[in-house]
């Protein structure tokens, strides 16, 4: 099983609507980010998180909103989905004690209409 | 801010073939630096991870280097494989956990 896993995998959705991305974590760890990817623009960083009650802003924040719900699980939302937040996302954890070597989900491909 | 380029954007070469990878970053100040591997439609695999104070890693085929004075890594392959055709992504983590990355170099090897 994966140690990384992120729902839905894929999602279509309207102007407006708001939606959940879920991501959940086997490996222990302490440290959780989120990830959009789009073309020619390489990953930049969303949110994230270094335990339950610590959440930080990342490069491109505004938009989306996160929850940490348990050491493992991490969700982003997009309150009010909007065309340019087509992308793909990626949720990845880390330890310190392993050299903050980062370990990613499969991602979640959206597609705002 | 940091800002990472790979060059080149893209490369295709034949099956055996050794070859590198480019990466350079603009602030030094660098904890390390990771290589990650992306297949279509797929997540990020870590390949290799240089902590600053190092000057390479190496993993069977694949052997990372790293001058962190002059903002510059270089990924190299030995022996290419059809196997490793792929995006292959630079990140550089400077303050508080947060990685910055280049926009990758997509790899094709002929067989």
């Not at chain 1, 959940?24 to 339950?52: A, E």
Request: aromatic share 8%.
């Amino acid at each position: 099983d994966a140690d990384v896993t992120q729902t839905p995998r894929n999602r279509i959705t309207k102007t407006g609507k708001r939606i959940m991305l879920e991501c959940s974590q086997t490996k222990g760890h302490d440290r959780m980010y989120w990830y959009r990817q789009d073309p020619g623009l390489g990953l930049r960083l969303i949110y994230y998180s270094f335990d339950v009650k610590d959440i930080n802003k990342g490069e491109i924040s505004d938009g989306y909103s996160v929850s940490r719900q348990a050491q493992a699980k991490f969700s982003l939302s997009l309150e009010s989905a909007i065309p340019n937040q087509t992308a793909l996302y990626f949720c990845a954890t880390s330890d310190p004690r392993d050299y903050e070597t980062q370990y990613f989900g499969p991602g979640t491909r959206l597609l705002v209409l | 801010k940091q800002e990472v380029t790979q060059i080149p954007a893209a490369l295709s070469v034949p099956e055996g073939e050794n070859l590198v990878l480019n990466c350079s970053f603009t602030d030094s100040a660098i904890y390390n630096l990771q290589w990650f591997r992306q297949d279509p439609g797929k997540g990020l695999t870590s390949l290799l991870l240089i902590q600053s104070s190092q000057r390479e890693q190496t993993s069977g085929r694949l052997n990372a280097s790293l001058d962190k004075s002059s903002g510059r890594s270089t990924l190299y392959i030995a022996a290419s494989q059809p196997g490793d055709s792929a995006t292959y992504l630079c990140a550089v983590e400077t303050s508080g956990s947060r990685l910055t990355f280049g926009e990758g170099t997509q790899l094709t090897v002929n067989p």
